[in-house]
Every structure is written in structure tokens, then in C-alpha cells.
């Protein structure tokens, strides 16, 4: 038997070909892999969530004979992970998941007491029908495929919910929209939020039924100039540049704080936010 052939046959037998096709499947965007890296930046320059937002999210978990009552996907920091544990029972079952190193480092040290796992969307290290509610909290468009949507039903309980909710800006105000024109040189293929993508691609997707799509009052989040413009540089596609370019842009914002009547002079600035909540159900 030639050697090709042998070496094949001893790969299939150790698994490996199945190793392969793992890894393949639990690879992150080029921009998270370089922009998500610094936790710490990240969670000193990130909203929080509304009690609201957290309320209603924690008002849809169900305890049960599952592995875990909550499975929160792309966790982070832990921003939203610290929220609705205070929250929920002491006895709720909750694994935080998060693909990257950096950040999952940052979530174990705020969230010491939460179960965790470095992990994908695509590829969850759970049985089927083990989980009573999945959460995506400020992540879904990161991962938004059918692949992904796929293995979240997997990992659900027979009618077991799926939310996602996000902090998203209001773009029109018209500071926000400047700064907005300065990120937009820099998404290319990177996902957003605000593109809608993520609502197409759940929408076409048979598995899941849509509950409920609401829109919040959102997060108080205001500081000073620097504070601002460290939020907008943690924003992946900035996060990723080379420091020298890094720079140039934070300087372009600042221009921006500086030519409106809104932001110019103000100790305080405030960024305009607003919850989206998307609340689906496994059929």
C-alpha cells in the first residue's frame, strides 16, 4: 500500500481528519482575532446594560433537568454576564463562552465564581438539547450563519429560547454620524450590527421562531472627551490598526468632539444609546 494511503488510514483511525474539521469550524473573524485582544481596555471603555434590558432577559430563564439553564455566547469581558448573574437565582446553571484568550482572561477575573469555555458559535461543547435559554449579548452579527444558528438549536431544549440584544448608537445624531463617517473607512468586510444582517439571516432560518423584537430607552454612557474616544477605539476595526494609524484616527475624532456645539467644550459628553432585543423560541 503506498505511503499516502497508509499515513490517510492512521490519521482517520487517531481522528485527526475530525480535529481538522473542528479547528476549521471554530475559526473568529480576521478583525475580532486582531481587535479583541486588550480585555481590559475593552471593559473600561464598553457600556453596560439597562436593568430593563437585563430584567427582561432574566424573566425568560426556566431552570430545568438541563446541563446548563443559561449558555451566554461571545461573552467578552463579562459586561453582560455581570448583570443578569445578579439577577438570577444563586442556582441557575450559567456557562459564559468566549473564543478569544484575552477576553475570556478578563471575564474568569470579574466573574470568578461563572463557569466558562473557550469556544465558537459553530462548534459548542455540549450535547444536544442540554440548554434552556442561549444569550448573545452585543454579538450575534459576529457569527450570524446558518452554521451558527444550527448548532445553537442543537444545544437547545425543545422550545428553549435564544436572545440577543445589543447596544446600538444613534447614528443620526449628528457627532455620532461624524465619527461614524471615520469608522466606516474601516469596516470593509467586518460585520455589523447595523447593517440588519444578522435579522435576514435568523429570519430565513427555519429553526427558530421570533417571540418577540423590541426596542429599549438605552444605557446611560457618557464621560469625558478622552473616555469617548477610548470607546470609539475599541470598536474592532480601530482596535486592530497599527498604533501610529490608531493615532491619527483618535486625533480625527477629537476634531469632530471639537466642531460641534453638542461636544465642544463639555466636560461631559453623553453617547445617545438604544437597547435591541431579539427574543426567538427553537421549533
Known sequence: MPRTLILMNLCRKLGFFRVIKRMSSTT???????GFVDGQNYNQ??????????????????????????LELGAGTGKFTQKIISNLPQDVKYLATEPM??????????????????????DIPLPENSVGTVVAAQCFHWFASEESLAEIRRVLVPGGRFVMVWNNKDWNVPWVKDIETILSEFYGDTPRAVNRTWKT???????FLCKEHILQEGIDFQGDRDFIVNHFCTISVIASLAEEEKEKVQQR?????????????????????QTEIYHSVKV
Open 201 to 207: 439571516v435568523i429570519e430565513k432560518f427555519t429553526g
Open 28 to 34: 473568529v473573524h480576521t478583525t475580532a482575532n486582531t
Open 253 to 273: 475624532m477629537y476634531q469632530v468632539l471639537d466642531s460641534h456645539e453638542e461636544t465642544t467644550g463639555k466636560d461631559i459628553i453623553k453617547i445617545p444609546f
Open 101 to 122: 484568550d484575552g477576553f475570556l482572561d478578563t471575564l474568569k477575573e470579574l466573574c470568578p465564581s461563572v463557569s466558562t469555555k473557550l469556544c465558537t458559535a459553530s
Open 45 to 70: 471603555g464598553r457600556p453596560s446594560y439597562t436593568e430593563k434590558a437585563v430584567s427582561y432577559i432574566a424573566d425568560l430563564v426556566t431552570t430545568g433537568n438541563v446541563s446548563y439553564d443559561v
